[in-house]
């Protein structure tokens, strides 16, 4: 059993900031990746950013310059810093652990709402 908390979503108005964490616990092991999926209302589940063990990191291009993502493997924590926060950024974000480079689990999501 794995579980994933998600933490740091709230209400903000453009161009401010938030910064997310994900703390991962129970039977985890050999994580191969932690990253961030959102999902606005109406739309499908996407990639934000991803990182993987050995440090290296992916994101999608609508947050490239404006999110950056990181990680502490002792903690077995992600955490996502999110600058310059527009309307289109709103929706659930997901926490996201893969294991053994096949293996997913997923946390309940947290509210970011982005509006003036």
């Known amino acids: 059993q794995v579980r994933l908390v998600e933490s740091g979503g709230g209400l903000v108005q453009p161009g401010e900031s938030l910064r997310l964490s994900c703390a991962a616990s129970?039977?985890?092991?050999?994580?191969?990746?932690m990253g961030w999926y959102r999902q606005a209302p109406g739309k499908q589940r996407d990639l934000v950013a991803v990182?993987?063990?050995?440090?290296?990191?992916d994101y999608a291009d609508s947050v490239k310059g404006r999110f950056t993502i990181s990680r502490d493997n002792a903690k077995n924590t992600v955490y996502l810093q999110m600058n310059s926060l527009k309307p289109e950024d709103t929706g659930v974000y997901y926490c996201?652990?893969?294991?053994?480079?096949?293996?997913?689990?997923w946390g309940q999501g947290t509210q970011v709402t982005v509006s003036s």
């Open positions: 996201n652990l893969k294991r053994m480079r096949w293996e997913d689990y």
């Open positions: 129970g039977n985890i092991f050999s994580i191969y990746s």
């Open positions: 990182i993987t063990r050995d440090g290296s990191a």
